[in-house]
């Protein structure tokens, strides 16, 4: 396999892992009104090729607006300060019709 295809696959991958953080967060923010990366990783552990510094890249997207910041819960994390995001209006992510 070269590199060309490992490093596509990776891509692929981490896209759809964060494709359905993505889809979880939304339905997180529904029911509680905000969401944070920890409150996404309960559904969804991150995989260990997504750098644990990249986890903020899932609410790079159009449907998340950061309104404030919290220390994470998570074990492992030292009480790093995370972003507590609310969905935009509306929200742009293809949902299931499963809410």
Known sequence: MGSQ???GLFKKNTE????SCRVTAV?????????????V????????YVSRNSMSQLFRHVDF???????????GAKGH????YKLSEP???E???GD
């Open 5 to 7: 295809t490992v490093l």
């Open 91 to 93: 929200p742009h992510v």
């Open 41 to 48: 990783q309960v559904y969804h552990p991150r995989p260990q």
């Open 95 to 97: 949902h299931d019709h």
């Open 81 to 84: 300060y995370i972003g507590v």
């Open 27 to 39: 339905r997180i923010c529904r029911a509680r009104g905000h969401v944070t990366s920890d409150d």
């Open 16 to 19: 759809e892992y964060f494709s």
């Open 65 to 75: 607006v950061r309104v404030g910041t919290v220390q994470s819960t998570r074990p």
